[in-house]
């Protein structure tokens, strides 16, 4: 049996030396410079430039194989993972692609060859449909692809059939390229007649390879015009060509799979996998199997779970595996970290990034699995419970509050409980939760100040904001303003009126890429508008404040002033670019930017790492900002295009971020790129910068916290404010010898004499309580009453730790040797309650739990526990005599039975 290794490659060969295509590697899964995707979901997305027209390649033929996502977004396959064959979160789409080169005739006549000849698959079965015409859109049909699948090819010409726009026209956006398509199904029917089944959503006839053929541009008024260059851009399920090339009915059993279903039943201890569609053991392994590899995949290129966006994606995946395999495999610990090995066994070679870290990997996923399964028992729990509610209600739909209450309590997405109430024939009211999470959102969001406009209506003009570079002061013309969020073009703008202010050029810095817009003065002839924050909106920027005296008219002439806090706020955006590199010199090239925020205080970084940062590795990384600073190293804003930027020695850019073509880029250390080196901080930003490193006179990191799974934020401040956090500390320094009366590189020593005698003090003071409950213990026993051979020790204790109390229980259960023993202290008000019966009793009957529940009613608490055993707890200390006084009744009855 050809193995699905041999398959990729005999594709990948047929196109390259047959062909002369260029082989190129798989774009990352995650998009690291298109925002408008979650994930990389098709083999064009690392090309979508070429087709817009705004970036080539040194090749006009490529070949790869491309690892893609659709889980999330407008291409979403999660909710038909396990329950067919052939759908995945996870797959590779294999692809060959002409930019400006061949057209539809090679692309038709290659596809047949490889397919028929290469691959020898039978004829009689495959089928191709082509575009069939939009009257209604102005859009012919493509008879060309019809005639040329009859003459470049033997298929037979009934197989060829015609579909209209929502299967055969590809777009890639409302406007752009875009041209019609001609798909390539396979008919497995036994009998060869699923001809009527095309395109309609059956595993029995299934589309195999799609080919694309770019020959039109949509315009803003939704006309189509022919491209100067057409392109061609094709993609063939992997794992669906597999399933066919290797006989199986499903794609699941191909050895693309097989591996991991066989680590999952070693892990989990599971039956094995019989392939069923209507089993939910099987439903739980092809989930479990799918969603390791996405998450494999997502994580080692860089995506991280949280509650946003891909993050978010992420978690969701994560969780449904797990809770799958907690309900259906039976597992009890963490078990989707064991599985990435697998994955890597069996992709790593054709994807040799992911034995580039697979530790990070595994450690992300086990972090999750941890977090998750302390709550989900109780979630699980709680959904049965609410199901059960539902239906004996008589409804068929979980509420929206409920659903919103699993989520937040319990961290089951709305889409998981969606997908457990399908298991058991209910619905999810997801319009109810949504507007659940909106009250929520709103209420945690009510005290947030700062304005934001957006949804303008009116036509912005645009900014040049160049003058942000040169200085701090511009000249400009007024050309209107926002109000209530309604552009205003003409008029006056009285004293004391609220408003952000247009004008033709700016020296202010609008806020973006982690730096705060600025703030300061606009003044006419006429009035002065005071400026307390800046914003983009498009191409206009917005100068957002109020008059504070006389008023302003649109078309005055205008003088800006940038405020004092300038240069803090540069100062502070430097030395993040100089602790960026030095966090990749200490910690490792695994440091991803994911956010910042720079103002005149401080500067704020978030990153990726897995642990707090030791003392040592603080120290270090100040050590190497302060010397580039010290250095006083030139500071140099160059524009490059943005491919040859990406190709700079050690450069970085926010993952997530879109950036321009060309693109500004700022290097530390060297006067241009071609000086460029690992040694030099380099980086796209649109930021405001200090001319030489020196200008921030001295860095200090004042703090460190972790504000996600596998995210940490530092905080620092550079020049007067670094000084001053210096300052602080040595005067805590200086108070701290004064009261002990050493020097500074003595105070470690003499913290840990104070320590050690701190906990031998401590140790005393035990032994003294351990004393006084023994003796007060003693003194119950000796009153204790005896029943047919059995002791009755009851009574109230000094307050101590839960432990002392535990083997006082024990010592009086064991001197009496047959004994029911209850003790009972107050602490601040609170009651403590525990009991204790001997083996002989419990063998009677006799049950601690049940025991301590009715004592724990008379101090207005609740417990319970083992037969043995049991602990409770109370509000009414006042209560504690009476509740000793039932327990020893409670007892005597029971004894005398």
């Given at each position: 049996m050809v193995t699905a290794k041999q398959i990729r490659q005999q594709f990948l060969d047929f196109f390259v030396k047959q062909h002369g295509h260029t082989a190129v590697p798989s774009a990352s899964v995650v998009p690291l410079d298109d925002p408008t995707l979650l994930f990389t979901n098709a083999g064009m997305n690392q090309f979508k430039d070429v087709f817009l027209g705004t970036g080539s390649r040194p090749y006009r033929r490529a070949v790869d194989t491309q690892k893609c996502i659709r889980a999330g977004g407008k291409h979403n396959d999660l909710e038909d993972v396990g329950r067919d064959t052939y759908h995945h979160t996870f797959f590779e789409m294999l692809g060959n692609w002409s930019f400006g080169d061949y057209f539809k005739q090679e692309a038709i006549r290659w596809a047949w060859q490889l397919l028929t000849e290469v691959w020898g698959i039978d004829k009689a079965r495959l089928h191709a449909t082509v575009f069939a015409g939009d009257p209604a859109d102005g859009v012919q049909a493509d008879d060309e692809a019809a005639e040329l699948w009859r003459s470049v090819t033997d298929i037979d010409p009934s197989h060829i059939h015609r579909f209209g726009k929502k299967d055969n026209f590809w777009e890639m956006g409302d406007t752009g390229p875009c041209g019609p398509c001609s798909e390539?199904?396979?008919?497995?029917?036994?009998?060869?007649?699923?001809?009527?089944?095309?395109?309609?959503?059956?595993?029995e006839v299934m589309e195999i390879w799609n080919l694309v053929f770019i020959q039109f541009n949509r315009g803003a008024d939704r006309a189509l015009t022919p491209l100067p260059a057409k392109h061609v851009d094709t993609g063939m399920g992997f794992e669906r060509v597999t399933a066919v090339?290797?006989?199986?009915?499903?794609?699941?059993?191909?050895?693309?799979?097989?591996?991991?279903?066989?680590?999952?039943?070693?892990?989990?201890?599971?039956?094995?996998?019989?392939?069923?569609?209507?089993?939910?053991?099987d439903i739980a392994y092809r989930v479990i199997a799918d969603h390791i590899r996405c998450l494999t995949f997502a994580l080692t290129d860089g995506a991280r779970p949280s509650n946003e966006k891909r993050g978010y994606v992420v978690r969701s995946i994560l969780r449904r595996a797990e809770r799958y395999g907690r309900q259906y495999l039976g597992t009890t610990k963490p078990f989707l970290h064991e599985l990435v090995p697998t994955v890597i066994e069996v992709m790593g070679e054709a994807f040799p990034e992911l034995k580039r870290a697979p530790e990070k990997v595994t450690g992300v996923i086990f972090e999750e699995e941890e977090s998750f399964l302390r709550t989900l028992d109780r979630g699980i729990k709680l959904f049965q419970e609410v199901a059960e509610r539902t239906r004996?209600?008589?409804g068929e739909t979980i509420s929206g509050k409920d659903t919103f209450t699993l989520h937040t309590t319990y961290g089951l997405f709305p889409d998981i409980t969606e997908q457990m109430a399908s298991e058991v024939a209910l619905k999810v009211d997801r319009a109810g939760y949504d507007e659940e999470m909106e009250r929520f959102r709103g209420e945690s969001g009510k005290d947030r100040k700062k304005l934001v406009i957006s949804a303008i209506s009116g036509e912005l003009p645009a900014t040049d904001d160049a003058p942000k570079y040169e200085g701090t002061t511009a000249n400009a013309t007024l050309l209107g303003w926002v109000i209530e969020n309604s552009v205003v073009r003409e008029g006056t703008l009285p004293e004391g009126e609220e408003a952000a202010l247009l004008v033709d050029r700016t020296c202010f810095y609008a806020e973006q890429g982690g730096q705060v817009g600025d703030g300061g003065v606009i003044r006419t002839e006429s009035g002065r508008f005071e400026v307390s924050d800046t914003q983009r909106l498009g191409d206009a920027i917005l100068h957002v404040g109020q008059v504070s005296a006389g008023e302003i008219r649109v078309g005055q002439r205008c003088t800006l002033e940038v405020g004092g806090l300038r240069p803090h706020i540069m100062r502070n955006h430097t030395a993040t670019h100089l602790l960026n590199w030095a966090l990749r010199r200490v910690l490792g090239e695994h440091i991803d930017q994911k956010g910042s925020l720079v103002d005149a205080e401080k500067t704020r970084f978030d990153f990726t790492h897995p642990q707090p940062l030791t003392a040592a590795e603080i120290a270090e990384i100040e050590r190497l900002v302060n010397e580039k600073i010290y250095s006083d190293l030139p500071v140099r804003a160059v524009t490059m295009p943005l491919n040859q930027a990406k190709t700079l020695p050690g450069v970085r850019a926010v993952f997530?971020?879109?950036?321009?073509?060309?693109?500004?880029?700022?290097?530390?250390?060297?006067?241009?790129?071609?000086?460029?080196?690992?040694?030099?901080?380099?980086?796209?930003?649109?930021?405001?910068?200090l001319p030489r490193t020196g200008a921030a006179g001295f860095f200090k990191i004042v703090g460190q916290e972790p504000v996600g799974k596998g995210v940490r934020r530092l905080t620092a401040v550079t020049g007067k404010e670094a000084v001053a956090a210096v300052q602080r500390l040595a005067t805590v320094v200086d108070d701290l010898t004064g009261r002990l009366n050493c020097k500074p590189q003595e105070l470690?020593?003499?913290?840990?004499?104070?320590?050690?005698?701190?906990?031998?003090?401590?140790?005393?003071?035990?032994?003294?309580?351990?004393?006084?409950?023994?003796?007060?213990?003693?003194?119950?026993?000796?009153?204790?009453?005896?029943v047919n051979?059995?002791?009755?020790?009851?009574?109230?204790?000094?307050?101590?730790a839960g432990e002392q109390m535990l083997q006082q229980a024990d010592r009086l259960r064991q001197k009496a040797g047959s004994a029911v023993v209850v003790l009972g202290w107050a602490e601040e008000g609170k009651v403590g309650l525990l009991a204790t019966v001997s083996d002989d009793l419990t063998s009677k009957g006799l049950h601690a739990g049940k025991l301590i529940g009715q004592?724990?009613?008379?101090?207005?608490?609740?417990?319970?526990g083992k037969d043995r055993m049991a602990q409770a707890g109370g509000k009414d200390a006042s209560k504690l005599p009476e509740a000793m006084e039932k327990a020893r009744v409670l007892a005597t009855e029971q004894l005398k039975g």
């Amino acid at each position: 049996m050809v193995t699905a290794k041999q398959i990729r490659q005999q594709f990948l060969d047929f196109f390259v030396k047959q062909h002369g295509h260029t082989a190129v590697p798989s774009a990352s899964v995650v998009p690291l410079d298109d925002p408008t995707l979650l994930f990389t979901n098709a083999g064009m997305n690392q090309f979508k430039d070429v087709f817009l027209g705004t970036g080539s390649r040194p090749y006009r033929r490529a070949v790869d194989t491309q690892k893609c996502i659709r889980a999330g977004g407008k291409h979403n396959d999660l909710e038909d993972v396990g329950r067919d064959t052939y759908h995945h979160t996870f797959f590779e789409m294999l692809g060959n692609w002409s930019f400006g080169d061949y057209f539809k005739q090679e692309a038709i006549r290659w596809a047949w060859q490889l397919l028929t000849e290469v691959w020898g698959i039978d004829k009689a079965r495959l089928h191709a449909t082509v575009f069939a015409g939009d009257p209604a859109d102005g859009v012919q049909a493509d008879d060309e692809a019809a005639e040329l699948w009859r003459s470049v090819t033997d298929i037979d010409p009934s197989h060829i059939h015609r579909f209209g726009k929502k299967d055969n026209f590809w777009e890639m956006g409302d406007t752009g390229p875009c041209g019609p398509c001609s798909e390539i199904h396979i008919d497995r029917t036994p009998d060869r007649s699923g001809g009527k089944l095309v395109n309609k959503g059956s595993a029995e006839v299934m589309e195999i390879w799609n080919l694309v053929f770019i020959q039109f541009n949509r315009g803003a008024d939704r006309a189509l015009t022919p491209l100067p260059a057409k392109h061609v851009d094709t993609g063939m399920g992997f794992e669906r060509v597999t399933a066919v090339l290797q006989g199986k009915a499903s794609n699941y059993d191909t050895d693309v799979f097989t591996p991991i279903f066989a680590a999952i039943q070693r892990i989990t201890g599971a039956s094995g996998y019989t392939g069923k569609l209507d089993d939910i053991k099987d439903i739980a392994y092809r989930v479990i199997a799918d969603h390791i590899r996405c998450l494999t995949f997502a994580l080692t290129d860089g995506a991280r779970p949280s509650n946003e966006k891909r993050g978010y994606v992420v978690r969701s995946i994560l969780r449904r595996a797990e809770r799958y395999g907690r309900q259906y495999l039976g597992t009890t610990k963490p078990f989707l970290h064991e599985l990435v090995p697998t994955v890597i066994e069996v992709m790593g070679e054709a994807f040799p990034e992911l034995k580039r870290a697979p530790e990070k990997v595994t450690g992300v996923i086990f972090e999750e699995e941890e977090s998750f399964l302390r709550t989900l028992d109780r979630g699980i729990k709680l959904f049965q419970e609410v199901a059960e509610r539902t239906r004996k209600s008589g409804g068929e739909t979980i509420s929206g509050k409920d659903t919103f209450t699993l989520h937040t309590t319990y961290g089951l997405f709305p889409d998981i409980t969606e997908q457990m109430a399908s298991e058991v024939a209910l619905k999810v009211d997801r319009a109810g939760y949504d507007e659940e999470m909106e009250r929520f959102r709103g209420e945690s969001g009510k005290d947030r100040k700062k304005l934001v406009i957006s949804a303008i209506s009116g036509e912005l003009p645009a900014t040049d904001d160049a003058p942000k570079y040169e200085g701090t002061t511009a000249n400009a013309t007024l050309l209107g303003w926002v109000i209530e969020n309604s552009v205003v073009r003409e008029g006056t703008l009285p004293e004391g009126e609220e408003a952000a202010l247009l004008v033709d050029r700016t020296c202010f810095y609008a806020e973006q890429g982690g730096q705060v817009g600025d703030g300061g003065v606009i003044r006419t002839e006429s009035g002065r508008f005071e400026v307390s924050d800046t914003q983009r909106l498009g191409d206009a920027i917005l100068h957002v404040g109020q008059v504070s005296a006389g008023e302003i008219r649109v078309g005055q002439r205008c003088t800006l002033e940038v405020g004092g806090l300038r240069p803090h706020i540069m100062r502070n955006h430097t030395a993040t670019h100089l602790l960026n590199w030095a966090l990749r010199r200490v910690l490792g090239e695994h440091i991803d930017q994911k956010g910042s925020l720079v103002d005149a205080e401080k500067t704020r970084f978030d990153f990726t790492h897995p642990q707090p940062l030791t003392a040592a590795e603080i120290a270090e990384i100040e050590r190497l900002v302060n010397e580039k600073i010290y250095s006083d190293l030139p500071v140099r804003a160059v524009t490059m295009p943005l491919n040859q930027a990406k190709t700079l020695p050690g450069v970085r850019a926010v993952f997530g971020e879109k950036y321009p073509d060309p693109v500004r880029v700022l290097l530390i250390g060297a006067d241009k790129p071609s000086e460029v080196t690992v040694e030099h901080s380099v980086e796209f930003c649109g930021g405001t910068h200090l001319p030489r490193t020196g200008a921030a006179g001295f860095f200090k990191i004042v703090g460190q916290e972790p504000v996600g799974k596998g995210v940490r934020r530092l905080t620092a401040v550079t020049g007067k404010e670094a000084v001053a956090a210096v300052q602080r500390l040595a005067t805590v320094v200086d108070d701290l010898t004064g009261r002990l009366n050493c020097k500074p590189q003595e105070l470690a020593g003499r913290l840990e004499a104070l320590q050690d005698e701190i906990k031998k003090l401590q140790q005393q003071i035990k032994k003294g309580a351990a004393g006084d409950l023994q003796s007060v213990a003693d003194q119950l026993f000796a009153q204790a009453t005896e029943v047919n051979g059995s002791r009755v020790i009851t009574g109230v204790m000094p307050a101590a730790a839960g432990e002392q109390m535990l083997q006082q229980a024990d010592r009086l259960r064991q001197k009496a040797g047959s004994a029911v023993v209850v003790l009972g202290w107050a602490e601040e008000g609170k009651v403590g309650l525990l009991a204790t019966v001997s083996d002989d009793l419990t063998s009677k009957g006799l049950h601690a739990g049940k025991l301590i529940g009715q004592v724990a009613q008379v101090v207005g608490g609740k417990g319970g526990g083992k037969d043995r055993m049991a602990q409770a707890g109370g509000k009414d200390a006042s209560k504690l005599p009476e509740a000793m006084e039932k327990a020893r009744v409670l007892a005597t009855e029971q004894l005398k039975g």
